[in-house]
Nanobody, 126 residues
Framework: QVQLVESGGGSVQAGGSLTLSCAAS????????MGWFRQSPGKEREGVVR???????RYAPSVQGRFTAFQDNGKNTLYLQMNSLKPEDTAMYYC????????????????????WGQGTQVTVSS
């Protein structure tokens, strides 16, 4: 089973930037559906970006144009570059993976993801 470790969270003022990292214990390209998700206190976990087995991405409307997910397959690492951060982006951010067995990664439900990291906290102040 793949293990995921997030890092890079922190506190930043509105308008600032952060880059999160998710280090996987094995090669994920073409083998796993990947994604970044977030959860704020009192809210349900929501998808930030889903990445399919070929690297295509689907972003949540709330982060489209501000966040960019990219992979370094040589390092088995997934990144989330977050720009123009807003207070409403404050949340615990999680990396997740689900073995690709067919079907669409880009529309996979949150509950379908089998492996999760421990999360990294992002706090954006106004």
């Amino acid at each position: 089973q793949v293990q995921l470790v997030e890092s890079g969270g922190g506190s930043v003022q509105a308008g600032g930037s952060l880059t999160l990292s998710c280090a996987a214990s094995e090669y994920t390209y073409r083998r796993y559906c990947m994604g970044w998700f977030r959860q704020s206190p009192g809210k349900e976990r929501e998808g930030v970006v889903r990445i399919d087995e070929n690297g295509s991405r689907r972003y949540a409307p709330s982060v489209q144009g501000r966040f960019t997910a990219f992979q370094d397959n040589g390092k088995n690492t997934l990144y989330l570059q977050m720009n123009s951060l807003k207070p409403e982006d404050t949340a615990m951010y999680y990396c997740a993976a689900d073995p690709y067995g067919g079907g669409s990664c880009l529309w996979r439900g949150i509950d379908a993801y089998k492996y999760w990291g421990q999360g990294t906290q992002v706090t954006v102040s106004s």
